[in-house]
């Protein structure tokens, strides 16, 4: 679960979705040191915090982390066998629909989040592992769960 300055949406639960902060409370964990990593995405902060995925790692679990292309860059360089899978839609109408299907997003957001993706998609071929377009759930699910099982095996 990562730390986010943005509100909470509709249904979202602090400490469930996120750990919902202010300005304030995460600059502090910046200059403790607390974040792993940390990005700004559409003017709100971000971050994964270190002592959670670093107990994860010590007790030979896997950690997952859902975070944005900033976020990825960082975690390439001080994890560098760290596998990164960036999952794309399959257009940007169908990015812009499935946000206005979501029914959480205003219009202006929805423009600055396609504009946001239209750039991690021009950076993603260069930074990630695989890349897989969401076009189908199933199908996506089973493209990186096929990836995976090559990466351990
Ligand atoms: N670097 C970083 N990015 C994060 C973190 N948590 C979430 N993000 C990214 O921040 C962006 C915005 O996330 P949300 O506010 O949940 O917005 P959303 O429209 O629900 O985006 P998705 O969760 O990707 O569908 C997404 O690209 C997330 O992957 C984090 O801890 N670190
Ligand atoms: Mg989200």
Same mark, same amino acid.
């Given at each position: 679960?990562?730390? @986010?300055?943005?509100?909470?949406?509709?249904? #979202?639960?602090?400490?469930?979705?996120?750990?919902? !902060?202010?300005?304030?409370?995460?600059?502090?964990?910046?200059?403790?040191?607390?974040?792993?990593?940390?990005?700004?995405?559409?003017?709100?902060?971000?971050? @994964?915090?270190?002592?959670?995925?670093?107990?994860?790692?010590?007790?030979?679990?896997?950690?997952?982390?859902?975070?944005? !292309?900033?976020?990825?860059?960082?975690?390439?360089?001080?994890?560098?066998?760290? !596998?990164?899978?960036?999952?794309?839609?399959?257009?940007?109408?169908?990015?812009?629909?499935?946000?206005?299907?979501?029914?959480?997003?205003?219009?202006?957001?929805?423009?600055?989040?396609?504009?946001?993706?239209?750039?991690?998609?021009? #950076?993603?071929?260069?930074?990630?592992?695989?890349?897989?377009?969401?076009?189908?759930?199933?199908?996506?699910?089973?493209?990186?769960?096929?990836?995976? @099982?090559?990466?351990?095996?």
């Amino acid at each position: 679960m990562s730390v @986010t300055t943005r509100p909470p949406r509709p249904g #979202e639960v602090d400490g469930v979705h996120y750990r919902f !902060v202010d300005d304030d409370t995460f600059q502090r964990l910046v200059s403790q040191g607390a974040f792993l990593e940390w990005a700004v995405y559409n003017g709100r902060y971000y971050g @994964t915090l270190r002592e959670p995925v670093e107990q994860a790692l010590r007790a030979g679990r896997d950690v997952l982390l859902e975070i944005d !292309v900033q976020g990825a860059r960082q975690v390439r360089k001080l994890v560098p066998d760290a !596998v990164l899978i960036f999952i794309a839609p399959p257009s940007v109408e169908e990015l812009r629909r499935r946000l206005e299907a979501r029914g959480d997003t205003s219009p202006a957001e929805i423009e600055a989040k396609i504009r946001i993706a239209e750039e991690e998609m021009r #950076e993603a071929p260069r930074l990630f592992d695989l890349l897989v377009v969401n076009d189908r759930l199933d199908q996506a699910v089973e493209r990186i769960v096929g990836f995976l @099982t090559d990466r351990v095996r």
